[in-house]
Structures are given as C-alpha cells and as structure tokens.
C-alpha cells in the first residue's frame, strides 16, 4: 500500500511506544498566549456583569478617583471580550495545527511527499493524508472522526481529533487517569436464535466467536485478571441486556468480538471499532449524530484500548490492517466503560474462512486480542498507580 510504504511494513505494534520525559504531562500545546486570553476573558467577566456589581463600582470608582475622568467601560469591555474570542479562536487552531503538534510533542516539523505528511520522533511515526480521515500511527491504520484539513501551507485536525484521536495516543497516562484495572467484560458476539454470519463451509459467527472468547478469557485468567463474560454457552442475550451486564459487574472494560461479513468475497482483514464522536459521521455511514452516548464520556480511553487491541491482533495474525474505525453500534453507545468491538476477519473471504477453521489460527487471534487488552491494563495500571501500603509500627 501506498502510505504504508512511506513507513515502511511491519511496524504495528502495542508496546513501548509512550511518549516519554519531554511530553509527559505536558498539554498539547502549551504557551504565554493562552495566559493573555484567560486575563482577556477575566477583564470582559468582570466589566460586563451589571453596573451594580461591587467589582464593577470599584473599578470604575479607582478610574475616576486615579485618572479625574470616567472610563468608558462598556467600551473597555467590548474590546476584552473580542480579544477574549479571537485568542480563543488562535489557541483552538494552534491546538489542531499540525506543526504546533508536531514541535510541543517532541516531533521534528513535518516532512511532505504528495498528499502525505508525516511526523517523525524518537519514539513514534504518524502519516497522516491530506483531506483523508485516514491515518498511520506507529504502521497502525487509524480512521480518524474528521478529515485533516489545509489551510495554505499549514494542516489542522479536527478538534475531537486533537483532543480524542492523537493527544491519547501521544500521552496515555493522561488519558487513562482514573480508570480501573480490575474487571475485564468479554461479549461473544450473537448467540441463540441468533447465529451471526454463516461461512460457506457452514462456520457460524456464533460458535466461533465464544471459542475464541474462551481462548482470550483463560489467556487473561492466566495473566491474573478477573474476566466475565456476557454469554458462557450458546443463548441469546439482546444488545441491551449485554450493556446492562457490563454495568451490574463493574466491568473496566468491554470487549465485544465479532467475525466479519461481505458480499465481495475479496475482502478480508481485522477492523476494530470504537465509538464515533458527537457530530461526526461513522467511518462506514454519512449519518451526522450530534448526541453525547454514554460511550461518548471516555472517548481517549476508547481509542486507546482500541489502538492496542487493534495493533495487536494485526500483529499476531498478520491479516490485513483494515483499520481503528468508528461507529454508533449499541455496545458501542450505551456501554459506560472504555469499549471496542472487534471484528477478526471476514467469514465470506475463502482464505479466511480456511485459516479459522484451523484452532491454531482461532489461537493467534486470541493472543492478539489478549495482548492489546493486556497492554491497556498496564497502560491504565502506570497511570494510576497504587498508594504505598502504610508502614505498621514495630
Ligand atoms: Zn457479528
């Protein structure tokens, strides 16, 4: 592929990538400018409250008292306040800029060839394409929420992707403060009455994909982790009902894992899934929903369990990188912890259906998806770690 030949192949991976001294802690992008819009913002409050505000007389009695004439404050207060909008207007693009990103996050300014601009650091690559939402962090392929834009000579992310797409992956520990580490939830996609996909050779997505459930869940137990899952056997449990398990449980986090389906029997590859930002389309629907779902409250946490599980489970199949993608599917929405859905290759693709026939290849997708769930949790853990336990007197 084209994009992956700038970067060369092979680099996907789910450890040690994390920004290290120079960025950690650090805003996107931090400077004076931003100090001179808060005063800005400060002045403007405090002129344009009502004339019978305390701070208000005050300020006016000091200026007439100070300088014998009376301060047209409305005047005064006008020009604050349009300050106040254009600096904010300055520190919202400089946020997206591509450049400013770039030098405040340790990278070198960006190199150009065609439509592809790629960043370059000790610790990490990201291509991104023009006016494309596609993008390659580290040889993972990652569908952002919106296209990156130009302006001139200059490229700008949209602002759920500053903030939601590549501040998390630049600083994890961050993004992951607060969240636990304990609970992970499995969902075996379908069940039931419900079979899924059905493969020409007669695999039904359901079967398949609580096999591999199970092959991820005692991979995890053996890792120490606590796992439940949404279904143990063959049942039918509705969308809802699965939500409402990750929330009676306490889960962390929710993985749901799903084979994949397509009339062009050509297609084949992982997609992994995470919930799409308010106002912005899906990456396979044009339909704009601009409500905040209760996937919405964890949007960094979100991409970065599915960066990992997604750079992961390519890496230990080495089945085509179709990408970190975004949607509104129910588990997606209505799950109140960091979740992903996975989808580990396409049962209507010939060569894949042959490699899940065989229990090794079901193994490797269980590692890959164990690992990236594995790499998150630590992730999480350095994020927030635990308190010294108190000395007890002798
Ligand atoms: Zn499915």
Same mark, same amino acid.
């Given at each position: 592929?084209?994009?992956?030949?700038?970067?060369?192949? /092979?680099?996907?991976?789910?450890? /040690?990538?994390?920004?290290t001294?120079?960025a950690?802690?650090?805003?996107?992008?931090q400077?004076g400018?931003?100090?001179?819009?808060?005063?800005?913002?400060f002045?403007?409050?405090?002129?344009?409250?009502?004339g019978k505000?305390?701070?208000?007389?005050?300020?006016?009695?000091?200026?007439?008292?100070?300088?014998?004439?009376?301060i047209?404050?409305?005047?005064?207060?006008?020009?604050?306040?349009?300050?106040?909008?254009v600096?904010?207007?300055?520190?919202?693009?400089?946020?997206?800029?591509l450049?400013?990103?770039a030098?405040?996050?340790?990278?070198?300014?960006p190199?150009?060839s065609?439509n592809?601009?790629?960043?370059?650091?000790?610790f990490?690559?990201m291509?991104?394409?023009e006016?494309?939402?596609?993008?390659?962090?580290?040889?993972?392929t990652?569908w952002m929420?919106?296209?990156?834009?130009?302006?001139?000579?200059?490229w700008?992310?949209?602002?759920?992707?500053?903030?939601e &797409?590549v501040?998390?992956?630049?600083?994890p520990?961050?993004?992951?403060? /607060?969240?636990?580490?304990?609970v992970?939830?499995?969902?075996?996609?379908?069940?039931?009455?419900?079979?899924?996909?059905?493969?020409?050779r007669?695999?039904?997505?359901?079967?398949? &994909?609580?096999?591999i &459930?199970r092959?991820?869940?005692?991979?995890?137990?053996?890792s120490?982790?606590?796992?439940?899952? &949404?279904?143990?056997?063959?049942?039918?449990?509705?969308?809802?009902?699965?939500?409402?398990?990750?929330a009676?449980?306490?889960?962390?986090?929710?993985?749901?894992?799903?084979l994949?389906?397509a009339?062009?029997r050509?297609?084949?590859?992982?997609?992994?899934?995470?919930?799409?930002? +308010?106002?912005?389309?899906g990456?396979?629907?044009?339909?704009i929903?601009?409500?905040?779902?209760?996937g919405n409250?964890?949007g +960094?946490?979100?991409?970065?369990?599915?960066?990992?599980?997604?750079?992961g489970?390519?890496a230990?199949?080495r089945?085509?990188?179709r990408?970190?993608?975004?949607?509104r599917?129910?588990?997606?929405?209505?799950?109140?912890?960091?979740?992903?859905?996975?989808?580990?290759?396409?049962?209507?693709?010939?060569?894949?259906?042959?490699?899940m026939?065989?229990?090794r290849?079901?193994?490797?997708?269980a590692?890959?998806?164990?690992?990236?769930?594995?790499?998150?949790?630590?992730?999480?853990?350095?994020?927030?770690?635990?308190?010294?336990?108190?000395?007890r007197?002798n």
């Open positions: 592929m084209k994009i992956a030949g700038l970067l060369g192949a /092979g680099k996907a991976s789910f450890v /040690g990538y994390e920004n001294r120079k950690a802690g650090a805003p996107l992008l400077g400018f931003d100090v001179i819009i808060r005063i800005a913002a002045i403007a409050a405090l002129l344009a409250v009502n505000s305390l701070l208000y007389s005050e300020f006016v009695n000091l200026s007439q008292r100070q300088n014998g004439f009376r047209n404050s409305r005047l005064l207060a006008v020009i604050a306040m349009a300050l106040a909008c600096g904010a207007g300055r520190t919202d693009s400089a946020e997206r800029d450049r400013r990103v030098s405040f996050n340790g990278f070198g300014p190199s150009v065609g592809y601009i790629s960043l370059h650091s000790s990490a690559e291509v991104f394409e006016k494309s939402r596609k993008m390659l962090y580290n040889g993972s990652i929420n919106d296209s990156l834009a130009r302006s001139g000579s200059r700008f992310l949209s602002r759920q992707d500053a903030e &797409t501040a998390p992956l630049l600083r520990r961050e993004a992951l403060k /607060g969240y636990g580490s304990m992970v939830m499995l969902d075996p996609g379908h069940g039931g009455r419900d079979n899924g996909a059905r493969s020409r007669n695999i039904l997505e359901k079967k398949a &994909t609580l096999d &459930t092959r991820v869940a005692s991979r995890l137990r053996a120490g982790v606590t796992v439940r899952l &949404t279904r143990s056997g063959d049942t039918y449990i509705s969308l809802a009902e699965r939500c409402r398990q990750a009676r449980q306490k889960a962390d986090l929710f993985v749901s894992i799903h994949n389906s009339a062009d050509s297609v084949s590859g992982i997609e992994t899934f995470i919930m799409a930002a +308010p106002g912005c389309t990456t396979q629907t044009r339909r929903d601009d409500n905040v779902y209760n409250m964890n +960094p946490a979100n991409m970065l369990l599915g960066f990992y599980l997604h750079s489970l390519v230990c199949t089945a085509e990188d990408g970190l993608k975004r949607s599917f129910q588990v997606l929405r209505d799950v109140t912890c960091p979740a992903v859905l996975v989808e580990c290759g396409f049962l209507s693709n010939n060569k894949e259906e042959t490699r026939l065989d229990p290849y079901r193994d490797a997708v590692e890959g998806i164990s690992r990236g769930i594995l790499s998150y949790l630590s992730r999480v853990r350095s994020a927030n770690p635990q308190p010294a336990p108190e000395k007197p």
